[in-house]
T-cell receptor
């Protein structure tokens, strides 16, 4: 089945130690998103790739970076994780084709990040 | 002002009850509207899209009121398995971004 896959499901890192979360998709969607979700809060968009174009949200800290080496893969890099970065990180995809699209968001199962 | 606002609840209802959630959005140019369901520590999953004409899927009915910029979800004959957080999602006018409400928590009790 076509899907969005995130690895790992749980990630533990140390304060200040760089960590990378990965996401892959077999849906051939052109847009990939990274959301951060903390307990009892809405998912917060960090950034998204529209094809190869990177779009950062204005309030996303510089500590968060992303790479999309090809259509199928997208990575979230946290350069120096702080305690406040502990959260669920959700990767999502969508197919957007100009103003004719009404595609939905498809989510991976998320990576729960703990910072010790 | 938040892009999407929802009553966080929780809504505590008995099995078999009818419950309704509302959601308001701030951008009148928003194009697409959805309800997602999220279980504890799981990813959001699409429940249904919301159309201006209203749409129904079994026990679930969604309505969109563009003039008043609100979206509703009605759940009839609530089941224990309906207990979850329901997220209202609105896409931007260029479809690139999806904005989430903070979710409404539903607890269905026996």
């Amino acid at each position: 089945d076509a899907m969005v896959i995130q690895n790992p499901r749980y990630q533990v890192t140390q304060f200040g130690k760089p960590v990378t979360l990965s996401c892959s998709q077999t849906l051939n969607h052109n847009v990939m998103y990274w959301y951060q979700q903390k307990s009892s809060q809405a998912p917060k968009l960090l950034f998204h790739y529209y094809d190869k174009d990177f779009n950062n949200e204005a309030d996303t800290p510089d500590n968060f970076q992303s790479r999309r080496p090809n259509t199928s893969f997208c990575f979230l890099d946290i350069r120096s994780p702080g305690l406040g970065d502990a959260a669920m990180y959700l990767c999502a995809t969508s197919r957007v084709e100009g103003y004719l699209s009404d595609e939905k968001l498809f989510f991976g199962s998320g990576t729960q990040l703990s910072v010790l | 002002r938040k892009e999407v606002e929802q009553d966080p609840g929780p809504f505590n209802v008995p099995e078999g009850a009818t419950v309704a959630f509302n959601c308001t959005y701030s951008n009148s140019a928003s194009q697409s509207f959805f309800w997602y369901r999220q279980d504890c520590r799981k990813e959001p999953k699409l429940l249904m899209s919301v159309y201006s004409s209203g749409n129904e899927d079994g026990r679930f009915t969604a309505q969109l009121n563009r003039a008043s910029q609100y979206i509703s979800l009605l759940i009839r004959d609530s089941k224990l398995s309906d207990s979850a957080t329901y997220l209202c999602v609105v896409s931007s006018n260029n479809f690139n971004k999806f904005y989430f409400g903070s979710g409404t928590k539903l607890n269905v009790k026996p």
